[in-house]
Nanobody, 124 residues
Framework: QVQLVESGGGLVQAGDSLRLSCVVSGRTFSNYGMAWFRQAPGKDRESVAAISWSGDNTYYADSVKGRFTISRDNARKTLYLQMNSLKPEDTAVYYC?????????????????WGQGTQVTVSS
């Protein structure tokens, strides 16, 4: 059984930073491609960033390029999302997701394991 548990969300002001973490249970974390998605109220879920199993390849949505950084620590079975220069439009529930394949994918259907989400609220 694979479980993903996110943490690190909160209420911040515009311009602040947050770091989200996602701890993954299971023996094969290092084989998984991983990603962060988010969903704002009344909007569809969207991909934010993705990373390959090795960490060598990454993907970022245009809206977060230059502000967010995805990384992973395979020894700790943990995925991170460093979010800098936060904007009110970044407000959403953020989810981490794992794919059985090790590549970089930005579509939700590529991911089979999902966390419960962590709320990020950015005030103006």
């Amino acid at each position: 059984q694979v479980q993903l548990v996110e943490s690190g969300g909160g209420l911040v002001q515009a311009g602040d930073s947050l770091r989200l973490s996602c701890v993954v249970s299971g023996r094969t974390f290092s084989n998984y491609g991983m990603a962060w998605f988010r969903q704002a109220p009344g909007k569809d879920r969207e991909s934010v960033a993705a990373i390959s199993w090795s960490g060598d390849n990454t993907y970022y949505a245009d809206s977060v390029k230059g502000r967010f950084t995805i990384s992973r620590d395979n020894a700790r079975k943990t995925l991170y999302l460093q979010m800098n220069s936060l904007k009110p439009e970044d407000t959403a529930v953020y989810y981490c997701a794992a794919s059985r394949s090790g590549g970089v994918y930005y579509r939700g259907y590529e991911y089979v394991y999902w966390g419960q989400g962590t709320q990020v609220t950015v005030s103006s």
